[in-house]
């Protein structure tokens, strides 16, 4: 993938969280993601293709899969290519930024091969394509004021990110040649207010080929 996002944040936000804490977060949601496949590998059927959302915990490094939450909600992919799912869950802890103030967790809308059909991404499964154009995120508590706490704790800026809602929201990926924020190399997040926006998954030819958001 050409973009990786940066993992400093979220190791120094882990440090500086709060670390005993092991329940999980309990809120219930009703958030559909839907949208459709831009199959330029030419799949011969989607039978064992499901969609979902990768709640990282620090990156997208394949070799750390064993460390990714998919969503308990997947979708199956009908033969036009669409897909639908609803998320009712907030993601688990182990995939959040945890902080005095706030927990957040970003999350890729990915298509993976789920070769045993048991819904989830196994380690000997992979990972197919990712959305370029949206993301997910997940809030809960004061978050800017959080933010700006978190700035002083680590003594550095924080530019991006900031738009983020509490709850789960779909999130157009801005990207920096766009939103033009200052010293920073990274995409921004634009939660997306209409609640039937269409989501496109790309399967590339090759995994490499993705240009997937990166955002720290």
């Known amino acids: 993938m050409k973009h990786l996002f940066s993992t400093s944040l979220f190791l ?18 009703n958030v559909t993601v839907r949208g459709s496949l831009d199959d330029q590998k030419g799949l011969k059927d ?21 460390k990714w939450n998919i969503s308990p909600a997947t979708s199956t992919v009908d033969k036009k290519g669409k897909f639908k799912f609803t998320l009712t ?6 995939s ?26 196994d380690k000997e499964e992979k990972i197919l394509g990712l959305s370029e154009k949206h993301a997910m995120s997940f809030v809960r508590g004061n978050y800017i004021k959080g933010l700006n706490a978190f700035e ?19 999130n157009k990926v801005v ?8 010293n920073t190399g990274f995409d921004d997040l634009t939660p997306i207010k209409k609640k039937k926006i269409k989501v496109k998954v790309v399967i590339p030819k090759k995994l490499n080929d993705l240009n997937a958001p990166n955002w720290t």
């Open 12 to 29: 120094i936000a882990l440090l500086v969280g709060i670390q005993n804490s092991q329940a999980q977060l309990g809120e219930k949601f």
């Open 46 to 66: 989607y039978n064992n293709v499901r969609v979902a959302i990768l709640w990282h915990s620090d990156d997208i490094n394949l070799e750390n899969s064993k």
């Open 89 to 94: 869950q907030a993601p688990p802890l182990s």
């Open 96 to 121: 959040c930024i945890v902080t005095r103030r706030f927990a957040l967790a970003i999350g890729f809308i990915v298509a993976f091969d789920d070769a045993n059909q048991n819904q989830k991404l």
């Open 152 to 170: 002083k704790d680590i003594k550095k800026r924080i530019v991006t990110l900031r738009k983020l809602k509490n709850g789960i929201w779909v």
């Open 175 to 182: 990207p920096k040649e766009i939103h033009k924020l200052p």
